[in-house]
């Protein structure tokens, strides 16, 4: 079944489910335990049916990213052998040397000599450029996060940036009057670098195996343990240590809305946080939310009798929620007294800075009695919201 098939049965799955719920509601809204128990699985269907979508998805662009030409071919005049040589950790030598590097106990000494310029300050090896570049986008393909923020490179210290912390006026002025002094005022981040790291061991005998890709293991790898944890400090982090979060109570995004209970969320809450948002930041607004939150929402109707949450039935587009993208994380918190559910806002206000050069360093001795070998994997970032007005989150009432 194709994508397009899949995401028309998804609507139609969609519309027979609020079909029923608008059928079998009771005078007070609610339906009954047994009604309840077939929506529930009529839901499932719907979720399942979005995570085969994405699947999919995931799948087909893979297989474009496969296909396509090793060599491109030649479409302007020769350069009459000018081409610009790549230099440095980009160079094919260096790629080479790097990878005999990770596979070798005992590197012949030309292989050190190649990797010199890539010795990284705690005796690891940065990786080529090459590489480092699938490893970005093996990231933002893990990460939601990465796709919604701004990235921006630093190779050493702290990133200084300027904001405008209150902005000037003008004012009438009388005939011959004078003019009023009003100035911009101007407030400054510091995005800095915090390590963040992890250890992958492989067996002596895939190691010395020709055939296993000890290259796309190693990236798959570094992926999934880096870009969870970069997600969940991308929301939850306190800053010390680690990012700071676009939920922290210092620094994070401001509180839209609260909502009246602890478990549940309403409608005019949704639209509330919606306009509580300024217009500007509206344009290019996301709704970031936890799966099981989305299930609350699915339920949910407008003044106007319209469900709230629609069902995208494009190939590569979210589905919406009052009109604009839903994306959901395992990071947001679920439905719970004082917990900050729901995130509406631009996050390219929400910067992450990448510390040029990801590092590798193998291990030999350490595992060896266990016939393994260990590779270190590590990164320096940091992530900041820089305009705190840019988003806004919905907040629980609390408890008692």
């Not at 839901?43 to 496969?66: F, P, S, V, Y």
């Not at 240590?241 to 922290?248: C, I, N, S």
Request: aromatic share 8%; net charge negative; glycine share 8%.
């Amino acid at each position: 079944m194709t994508i397009l098939e899949l995401r028309e049965k998804r609507a139609k799955a969609w519309e027979a489910t609020k079909a029923f719920l608008d059928s079998h509601r009771t005078d007070k809204g609610t339906l009954s335990a047994e009604d309840d128990a077939t929506y529930s699985r009529m839901e499932q269907e719907i979720t399942d049916l979005g995570k085969e979508i994405a699947r999919l998805e995931r799948q087909e662009a893979l297989d474009a990213e496969l296909n396509r030409p090793v060599n491109k071919p030649l479409t302007g005049k020769p350069m009459n052998g000018k081409e610009t040589a790549k230099t440095g950790r980009a160079t094919d030598e260096y790629l080479q040397n790097f990878w005999n590097m990770m596979r070798s106990k005992t590197p012949m000494p030309t292989v050190m000599n190649a990797l010199q310029i890539g010795t990284d300050s705690e005796g690891g090896y940065l990786v080529p450029d090459e590489y480092e570049r699938t490893l970005v986008e093996a990231l933002e393909e893990e990460n939601i996060f990465r796709q919604l923020a701004k990235i921006i490179q630093t190779s050493s210290g702290d990133r200084k940036i300027p904001v405008v912390a209150t902005k000037g006026t003008a004012s009438w002025i009388d005939e011959e009057g004078a003019y009023l002094e009003s100035d911009d005022s101007f407030g400054q981040v510091s995005i800095g670098a915090y390590k963040l790291g992890t250890m992958i061991k492989v067996s002596e005998e895939l190691l010395n195996d020709s055939v296993f890709d000890l290259e796309s293991y190693i990236s798959r790898e570094f992926a999934r343990r880096i870009g969870a944890k970069e997600e969940e400090s991308f929301f939850t982090g306190d800053g010390t240590g680690k990012p700071l979060g676009v939920l922290a109570e210092t620094g994070g995004a401001e509180v839209g809305v609260t909502a009246a209970s602890a478990t549940a969320i309403t409608a005019d809450e949704l639209i509330d946080l919606f306009y509580s948002l300024k217009a500007p930041y509206r344009r290019n607004a996301v709704w970031v939310l936890n799966d099981s939150t989305i299930k609350a929402i699915r339920k949910l109707k407008d003044n106007q009798g319209q469900y709230l949450w629609q069902p995208s039935l494009t190939a590569g587009a979210p589905d919406l929620l009052l009109g604009k993208p839903v994306r959901t994380s395992a990071y947001m918190p679920a439905i719970a007294a004082d917990a900050k559910t729901i995130a509406f806002g631009d996050f390219s206000y929400y910067w992450i800075a990448d510390r040029q050069g990801r590092s590798f360093k193998r291990l030999n001795e350490l595992y060896a009695a266990t016939g393994q070998v260990g590779f270190l994997a590590s990164q320096r970032v940091d992530g900041k919201l820089i305009l705190p007005e840019a988003i806004k989150v919905l907040a629980q009432k609390s408890a008692g």
